[in-house]
């Protein structure tokens, strides 16, 4: 049996160093004791999760301080972010933690969550598609044509490389 901690309670203890503090130490003992993975949600705008706008820089945090448990998006909304951008923060987190990065990609639900994007709510689930073969495709190292602010079509690669050749998501 593998274990995992999961992550999405704003209520943790001040005594025991507010959220950041507790989350550290979790992620430590889990490092410890051979547990598979730290799951980070990506939450918005609620108590109930809302410490965790952008589980990438928590995992880049929580990559300086352990060595083996493997640091996953739980998930990442997709709709809400181009898919260059995505790569390019894991792919940092997947540097900086020798290549122990997973993701989850989600399309999304809250329709408050979408002040970031308003208007991917109406085809979240379109984009969500669309946007993770781009995902996989610029993890692996091939190039995406999008538009720039004149609308001409321009190949982008993402920089850094990410050490794991294939993304490992779902």
Not at 46 to 64: C, E, Q
Not at 90 to 98: A, E, I, K, T
Request: glycine fraction near 8%; aromatic fraction near 12%; include cysteine.
């Amino acid at each position: 049996m593998k274990f995992s901690l999961i992550f999405f309670s704003n209520s943790y203890p001040q005594e025991a160093g507010g959220a950041y503090a507790v989350i550290s130490e979790m992620a430590r003992y889990g490092d410890r004791h051979g547990f598979e993975a730290v799951w980070i949600p990506e939450r918005h705008f609620h108590t109930m999760g809302g410490i965790y706008p952008n589980p990438a820089v928590i995992a880049a945090y929580l990559a300086s301080i352990t060595s083996n448990i493997r640091l996953r998006a739980g998930s990442t909304v997709v709709p809400l972010h181009h898919p260059a951008s995505i790569v390019e923060s894991w792919s940092v987190v997947d540097n900086l933690s020798n290549g122990r990065v997973d993701l989850a990609l989600a399309s999304g639900w809250n329709v408050n969550d979408f002040v970031l994007a308003p208007s991917a709510y109406p085809n979240l689930r379109d984009l969500w598609f669309e946007r993770i073969e781009d995902i996989r495709a610029l993890w692996r190292g091939q190039p995406v044509i999008y538009p720039n602010d004149a609308g001409k079509p321009t190949s982008i690669l993402t920089y850094p490389r990410p050490l794991q050749a294939e993304l490992n998501c779902g």
